[in-house]
């Protein structure tokens, strides 16, 4: 489920798991597809531009990486933040959910400064979020980081950034 179906769900006061299902860290559905019938659903990821409150909101997120002294213009600074978010938490617990979404506003904006990505909304049969997008290429930073996060992977973020950069150019 995107970011922006989470937002939604909130509001509709419904949850995207089973509240009795014990937490096993699997996945145990599908994704909410909200109100929209799944053959409605675009096969390929649809995209529209950022509305001014989105880029707003981006832009706090920057504001709070770099007050951590993370500095999204250098994949070194922002896969050393993830790692020692990640070990924190491990230790101590907390919103991991903000941290994904902190280090996937990081791990984006990085691509939109460094490549011809930029940042759109996106939306495909997995539901709706920030993504960067060139014509058809789509990445969606939060799953890239909510997967490796899932699987307590560190260090990971220069080199598949790193990789994804050399794939595309300004």
């Known amino acids: 489920m995107g970011l922006f179906d989470r937002i939604r769900s909130a509001a509709r006061g419904t949850r995207d798991t089973q509240p009795d299902a014990p937490d096993t860290g699997r996945v145990r559905a599908l994704p909410d597809t909200g109100d929209t019938p799944l053959e409605e659903l675009p096969l390929?990821?649809?995209?529209?531009?950022?509305?001014?409150?989105?880029?707003?909101?981006?832009?706090?997120?920057?504001?709070?990486?770099?007050?951590?002294?993370?500095?999204?213009?250098?994949?070194?600074?922002?896969?050393?933040?993830?790692?020692?978010?990640?070990?924190?938490?491990?230790?101590?617990?907390?919103?991991?959910?903000?941290?994904?979404?902190?280090?996937?506003?990081?791990?984006?904006?990085?691509?939109?400064?460094?490549?011809?990505?930029?940042?759109?909304?996106?939306?495909?049969?997995?539901?709706?979020?920030?993504?960067?997008?060139?014509?058809?290429?789509?990445?969606?930073?939060?799953?890239?980081v909510a997967v490796r996060w899932m699987r307590r992977e560190t260090g990971w973020i220069p080199k598949v950034v790193g990789h994804l950069v050399t794939l595309r150019s300004r």
Request: glycine content about 8%; aromatic content about 6%; cysteine-free.
């Open 44 to 144: 390929k990821p649809e995209s529209r531009r950022l509305a001014p409150e989105e880029r707003e909101w981006i832009d706090s997120v920057l504001a709070e990486l770099q007050a951590e002294g993370v500095d999204v213009d250098d994949l070194a600074s922002i896969g050393a933040g993830f790692d020692r978010a990640l070990l924190a938490w491990t230790s101590s617990g907390g919103d991991h959910a903000a941290i994904v979404q902190r280090y996937a506003i990081a791990v984006g904006e990085h691509l939109h400064r460094q490549t011809d990505l930029a940042w759109e909304v996106a939306t495909d049969v997995f539901g709706t979020d920030l993504a960067v997008v060139a014509g058809d290429f789509v990445v969606v930073p939060a799953n890239l």
